[in-house]
């Protein structure tokens, strides 16, 4: 099975959770011929019983604009990742906002901004290795952690992280 799976990565992230498709919420997967990522399957975000989104459950746009902010301030201290950002962050903050908020079951604002994700895509310009991968992880599980997201949705989040940031590796040590 493909590592992108269901990360929302290459194929269009469901939108509000009752925006989501029932194809898409019983699994069927989809494919997007135009899509030159390995993987053009989209799964829903994860759904509690009650059929709230993370996003819904987190309260909305706050968490993740906290989330976000304390991710970008360890990036912007970060000798390694620095350089591979732009000196403006402050677009890349956004457009990270946007997309986090529409992966995990908010408003679809990052498509209409920026369109299909086509996130590997994205990064092809920046040399992502092994190192810079774990770096930008840590940042992200740290940021995660003084945010205070609460389990379940911490592990989720984690683990999302975790296959996706190894998806956007490009370059070989
Ligand atoms: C799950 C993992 C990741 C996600 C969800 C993610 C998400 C994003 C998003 C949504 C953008 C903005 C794309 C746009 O222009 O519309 C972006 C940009 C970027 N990402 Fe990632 N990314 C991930 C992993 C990584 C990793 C591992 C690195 C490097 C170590 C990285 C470096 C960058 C850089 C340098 C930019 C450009 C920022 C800018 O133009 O201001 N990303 N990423």
């Known amino acids: 099975m493909n590592s992108a799976v269901g990360l929302g990565l290459s194929g269009v992230s ?30 829903p975000i994860e759904l509690n019983p009650a059929g709230n989104s993370v996003y819904e459950q ?13 991710f970008y301030a360890r990036v912007e201290a970060d000798p390694l990742l620095r350089p591979m950002f732009p000196d403006d962050l402050e677009p890349g903050k956004e457009y990270q906002f946007l997309f986090l908020t ?9 498509q209409v901004e920026r ?3 086509r996130l590997r895509m994205r ?27 609460p389990e379940p949705v ?3 989040m984690v683990d999302y992280f975790a296959r996706g940031a190894t998806f956007m590796i490009n370059q070989a040590d």
């Open 14 to 43: 469901p939108t509000a959770a009752h925006e989501v498709p029932n194809a898409i919420k019983s699994g069927m997967v989809c494919h997007d011929a135009k899509e030159a990522e390995p993987n053009p399957m989209t799964e």
């Open 58 to 70: 987190l309260g909305g746009d706050p968490i993740f604009q906290h989330l976000v902010d304390i």
């Open 102 to 110: 529409q992966y995990w079951g908010g408003p679809a604002r990052y």
């Open 115 to 117: 369109g299909h994700p």
């Open 123 to 149: 990064h092809a310009p920046f040399p992502i290795d092994q190192e810079a991968r774990d770096a930008w992880f840590n940042h992200m599980v740290a940021a995660i952690d003084e945010v205070g997201i």
């Open 154 to 156: 911490r592990s989720q």
